[in-house]
């Protein structure tokens, strides 16, 4: 007597169907794992990461403070906003070994030196082509930094296109760079997006993950980070309350660097929303974004949204750049990135009373 034998054919169907399936459930976790790489939050905790290569610390990484920034800008008689780009012929010098006024006292724009070797990233220059106070990005440098460089004094031979680079590692190192052509310019280095940053775009496209920001009710919370407010001078509510629907709107909770603990005057010599208690910048490092790009533009773009800005308009003037004022509720809302030495932060303030209407646009 023959076995029955059961049919292959159901097999022959269901083996294809398996084999698509498990391939289908492989392209959606591998699609879920890349957006949550994409998208991780960084850390709020009191711990903030400072480990970007090259960084000093102080304003946009140069190892200087606010307030003595703003001293250049303000008391220096070749402060302005001059930058002419191209190439320059590069040397580099350093206290106590002559220039910065032979024993290394002060540079001509007024940083103070006393004949130490401080480490910040400035540079000499001629201020008929680069004024004082201004955040230059060179490169190639001496360090390797890909960071701006504060013009911030002057010297007998650098005239034209010359430029010399502070360096306080000593002698063999300024020696090691010699005379080397360097590129001036107003705007960071264009690095090449590295694989991981293409492989999360290609994820996000595939995912139809699209740039949408919260609605304008959402609410997020801001860490502030040690020594962002100068003693005794706290955030005001107003300004805190208005954050909060920022972090809501960018989808990310977001770590305030700079409060109350800023120079008096901005760089146009008016006072500053800092000193009030009222405006706030976000660092690249601390909220982990590159230079002039990245969550940095969304979260300029939720500023701006916060402000009642269409969420299109939004992040068309996030990702164009500048300083722009809005009106809203009585209040005007500033938000500035992507200009000036605005590539490393965006700054969001507030000032009470104002009376226009639309998006007044900057640049510093």
Same mark, same amino acid.
């Given at each position: 007597?023959?076995? &029955?034998?059961?049919?292959?054919?159901?097999? /022959?169907?269901?083996?294809?169907?398996?084999?698509?399936?498990?391939?289908?459930?492989?392209?959606?976790? /591998?699609?879920?794992?890349?957006?949550?790489?994409?998208?991780?939050?960084?850390?709020?905790?009191?711990?903030? #990461?400072?480990?970007?290569? !090259?960084?000093? +610390?102080?304003?946009?990484?140069?190892?200087?403070? *606010?307030?003595?920034?703003?001293?250049?800008?303000?008391? =220096?008689?070749?402060?302005?906003?001059?930058?002419?780009? !191209?190439?320059?012929?590069?040397?580099?010098?350093?206290?106590?070994?002559?220039?910065?006024? +032979?024993?290394?006292?002060?540079?001509?724009?007024?940083?103070?030196?006393?004949? !130490?070797?401080? *480490?910040?990233?400035?540079?000499?220059?001629?201020?008929? /082509?680069?004024? @004082?106070?201004?955040?230059?990005?060179?490169?190639?440098?001496?360090?390797?930094?890909?960071?701006?460089?504060?013009?911030?004094?002057?010297?007998?031979?650098?005239?034209?296109?010359?430029?010399?680079?502070?360096?306080?590692? +000593? *002698? /063999?190192?300024?020696?090691?760079?010699? @005379?080397?052509?360097?590129?001036?310019?107003?705007?960071?280095?264009?690095?090449?997006?590295?694989?991981?940053?293409?492989?999360?775009?290609?994820?996000?496209?595939?995912?139809?993950?699209?740039?949408?920001?919260?609605?304008?009710?959402?609410?997020? %919370?801001?860490?502030?980070?040690?020594?962002?407010?100068?003693? $005794?001078?706290?955030?005001?509510?107003?300004?805190?309350?208005?954050?909060?629907?920022?972090?809501?709107?960018?989808?990310? #909770?977001?770590?305030?660097?700079? !409060?109350?603990?800023?120079?008096?005057?901005? =760089?146009?010599?008016?006072?500053?929303? &800092?000193?009030?208690?009222?405006?706030? #910048?976000?660092?690249?490092?601390?909220?982990?974004?590159?230079?002039?790009?990245?969550?940095?533009?969304?979260?300029?773009?939720?500023?701006?949204?916060?402000?009642?800005? =269409?969420?299109?308009?939004?992040?068309?003037?996030?990702?164009?750049?500048? $300083? @722009?004022?809005?009106?809203? #509720? +009585?209040?005007?809302?500033?938000?500035?990135?992507?200009?000036?030495?605005?590539?490393?932060?965006? &700054?969001?303030?507030? %000032?009470?009373?104002?009376?226009? $209407?639309?998006?007044?646009?900057?640049?510093?």
């Amino acid at each position: 007597m023959t076995p &029955h034998r059961r049919p292959v054919w159901p097999w /022959l169907i269901a083996a294809p169907a398996l084999g698509l399936l498990v391939v289908v459930l492989g392209i959606v976790l /591998l699609l879920a794992g890349a957006a949550q790489q994409c998208d991780s939050p960084p850390t709020t905790n009191s711990t903030i #990461d400072l480990a970007v290569p !090259g960084t000093l +610390g102080g304003v946009a990484g140069t190892g200087l403070t *606010r307030a003595q920034v703003d001293g250049v800008r303000n008391d =220096s008689p070749y402060a302005g906003r001059r930058v002419t780009p !191209g190439e320059y012929l590069a040397t580099s010098y350093g206290p106590p070994w002559g220039g910065i006024q +032979g024993a290394g006292l002060a540079t001509s724009g007024g940083l103070r030196i006393g004949g !130490g070797a401080p *480490r910040w990233y400035q540079v000499a220059v001629d201020p008929q /082509l680069i004024s @004082h106070g201004t955040l230059v990005y060179l490169w190639p440098n001496p360090f390797s930094w890909t960071g701006p460089f504060l013009a911030a004094d002057t010297g007998g031979a650098i005239r034209g296109r010359r430029i010399d680079f502070y360096d306080w590692r +000593g *002698r /063999l190192a300024q020696y090691a760079w010699g @005379h080397r052509h360097t590129a001036v310019s107003e705007w960071p280095r264009a690095d090449e997006p590295d694989e991981a940053g293409l492989a999360c775009e290609r994820a996000n496209a595939a995912a139809g993950d699209k740039p949408a920001l919260a609605l304008p009710g959402a609410r997020g %919370r801001v860490t502030v980070a040690p020594l962002a407010n100068a003693p $005794g001078r706290p955030l005001l509510p107003e300004l805190l309350e208005l954050l909060e629907r920022v972090a809501g709107i960018a989808g990310r #909770d977001i770590v305030l660097t700079t !409060g109350t603990n800023h120079g008096e005057r901005t =760089s146009s010599g008016r006072i500053s929303d &800092h000193v009030l208690g009222l405006a706030g #910048d976000f660092g690249s490092v601390a909220n982990q974004f590159p230079l002039g790009g990245g969550f940095g533009t969304r979260l300029a773009a939720a500023g701006l949204r916060a402000a009642g800005v =269409s969420e299109s308009e939004a992040w068309r003037l996030a990702q164009a750049g500048g $300083g @722009h004022d809005v009106c809203f #509720d +009585g209040w005007r809302v500033q938000v500035i990135w992507r200009t000036g030495d605005h590539f490393d932060h965006v &700054h969001i303030g507030l %000032r009470r009373g104002c009376g226009f $209407g639309g998006v007044r646009t900057f640049q510093i």
